[in-house]
């Protein structure tokens, strides 16, 4: 491959990281990757998509996913839309031979999910689920000491992930407020939090079990405008239904037998994005807060008798060393930055190069597929009244 063309669907707050993640990805590490060009942001919201692609560098915009399909000059694309409009998209840019990268969670229904893994199966193209939160140098790192049996089994798991992008009633209705139940904040930021709980752990959930989805703030107002990711903006006096969860919760139980228990919420004042887990095991603990996302905590109890101690990342954690343009300890490192390394391993892999000599690969649609089943065993059981739902078992982890 000569080159790579590059394009993003969708200009809003997650758009944009995506857009920022390919511009810096190839700065990153050695210069083993072909030319990168950034083709086109494409966005039904033109002055969005335009000031978008100019502040990102990328050669023009457009205001159709269709023009990006029909595109001679782009090879890789990221789908960053409503959740309802994954597959449409995502199936003709995989038809058109491109290469995708899907925004989680696949899909707002399981159906459309089973159709893109079949058509990601069949596509000469790849296709992969952005699951940024696994670039984290401390998650990786934490999930690598559970695989070095340093932990031990892995017992119990808790997790959190508590934001407020919807705790002000009068916040405008939006698609996010639509879609069944399960598909509010269990799936939009609990997609992400039962991913790591599974992925830090290095084992799927067998069943999951006491699932509580509830709606507390019950209607919003329509607005006056177009509304672009969680920002608000003039709003009308007419109101609308909200028809998905505000706040989440379930306990899931490991193959192994291992427990976890996890909440999430869209209305917790104060929490703009506070994820944090702990992972207890039979021979230690460690715990991980994103709100200080450059450090972990860790406790072996014949080295740390006295609780908790606070490692700072470095070097010698994952994605520090040549990677960073400051690859000193204790530079700091954020979310943002797992965009950039998501988008580097998306065209690591576009470009042919070998799996051992690059970051690791993305998750495949099939880690989004089972993220969906999960989901939706929690939603099953929350119907039942907390009752214990299985998780079918569709593959293995991606490492």
Same mark, same amino acid.
């Given at each position: 491959?000569?080159?790579?063309?590059?394009?993003?669907?969708?200009?809003?707050?997650?758009?944009?990281?995506?857009?920022?993640?390919?511009?810096?990805?190839?700065?990153?590490?050695?210069?083993?990757?072909?030319?990168?060009?950034?083709?086109?942001?494409?966005?039904?919201?033109?002055?969005?998509?335009?000031?978008?692609?100019?502040?990102?560098?990328?050669?023009?915009?457009?205001?159709?996913?269709?023009? +990006?399909?029909?595109?001679?000059? +782009?090879?890789?694309?990221?789908?960053?839309?409503a959740n309802s409009l994954h597959r449409e998209i995502v199936e003709a840019l995989l038809s058109a031979g491109k290469h995708v990268l899907c925004e989680k969670p696949l899909s707002d229904s399981l159906d459309d999910a089973h159709a893109m893994v079949a058509a990601a199966t069949a596509a000469p193209g790849i296709a992969r689920i952005g699951?940024?939160?696994?670039?984290?140098?401390?998650?990786?790192? +934490?999930?690598?000491?559970?695989?070095?049996?340093?932990?031990?089994?892995?017992?119990?798991?808790?997790?959190?992930?508590?934001?407020?992008?919807?705790?002000?009633?009068?916040?405008?209705?939006?698609?996010?407020?639509?879609?069944?139940?399960?598909?509010?904040?269990?799936?939009?930021?609990?997609?992400?939090?039962?991913?790591?709980?599974?992925?830090?752990?290095?084992?799927?959930?067998?069943?999951?079990?006491?699932?509580?989805?509830?709606?507390?703030?019950?209607?919003?107002?329509?607005?006056?405008?177009?509304?672009?990711?969680?920002?608000?903006?003039?709003?009308?006096?007419?109101?609308?239904?909200?028809?998905?969860?505000?706040?989440?919760?379930?306990?899931?139980?490991?193959?192994?037998?291992?427990?976890?228990?996890?909440?999430?919420?869209?209305?917790?004042?104060?929490?703009?994005?506070?994820?944090?887990?702990?992972?207890?095991?039979?021979?230690?603990?460690?715990?991980?807060?994103?709100?200080?996302?450059?450090?972990?905590?860790?406790?072996?109890?014949?080295?740390?008798?006295?609780?908790?101690?606070?490692?700072?990342?470095?070097?010698?954690?994952?994605?520090?060393?040549?990677?960073?343009?400051?690859?000193?300890p204790g530079v700091g490192i954020g979310q943002n930055d797992g965009f950039v390394f998501q988008a580097r391993a998306f065209l690591e892999e576009v470009a042919g190069i070998p799996a051992g000599s690059?970051?690791?690969?993305?998750?495949?649609?099939?880690?989004?597929?089972?993220?969906?089943?999960?989901?939706?065993?929690?939603?099953?059981?929350?119907?039942?009244?907390?009752?214990?739902?299985?998780?079918?078992?569709?593959?293995?982890?991606?490492?």
């Open positions: 491959m000569t080159d790579i063309g590059v394009a993003v669907i969708g200009a809003g707050m997650a758009g944009k990281a995506h857009a920022a993640g390919y511009r810096t990805a190839p700065a990153l590490y050695d210069s083993v990757l072909p030319p990168i060009r950034l083709v086109s942001i494409a966005d039904a919201n033109e002055p969005l998509a335009d000031a978008t692609a100019r502040r990102f560098g990328f050669e023009r915009h457009d205001t159709s996913w269709q023009a +990006i399909v029909e595109a001679d000059d +782009i090879d890789v694309v990221s789908v960053v839309v699951l940024t939160y696994r670039r984290s140098p401390g998650i990786a790192h +934490i999930r690598d000491l559970v695989r070095s049996g340093l932990l031990g089994r892995v017992l119990n798991v808790s997790g959190q992930y508590w934001t407020d992008y919807g705790c002000d009633p009068e916040a405008p209705i939006s698609w996010r407020y639509k879609g069944p139940q399960g598909s509010g904040a269990l799936a939009d930021v609990g997609s992400h939090l039962a991913y790591l709980a599974e992925f830090v752990a290095g084992a799927e959930f067998s069943s999951v079990r006491g699932g509580t989805l509830s709606t507390v703030i019950p209607t919003r107002p329509k607005p006056l405008g177009v509304v672009v990711g969680h920002e608000g903006g003039a709003v009308s006096t007419e109101r609308e239904s909200v028809e998905n969860d505000d706040v989440a919760a379930f306990s899931g139980v490991y193959a192994d037998g291992g427990t976890a228990t996890l909440q999430v919420s869209r209305v917790a004042a104060g929490h703009s994005n506070s994820l944090t887990f702990e992972v207890f095991g039979e021979k230690g603990s460690a715990a991980f807060d994103f709100r200080h996302p450059g450090e972990f905590q860790l406790y072996l109890p014949d080295a740390d008798d006295s609780g908790y101690r606070t490692v700072t990342l470095g070097p010698r954690h994952p994605y520090w060393r040549g990677g960073l343009a400051m690859d000193a690059s970051l690791p690969r993305n998750a495949g649609f099939e880690d989004g597929l089972h993220n969906m089943l999960l989901i939706d065993a929690v939603a099953q059981s929350a119907r039942l009244d907390g009752a214990a739902v299985a998780v079918p078992s569709t593959h293995s982890l991606t490492t």
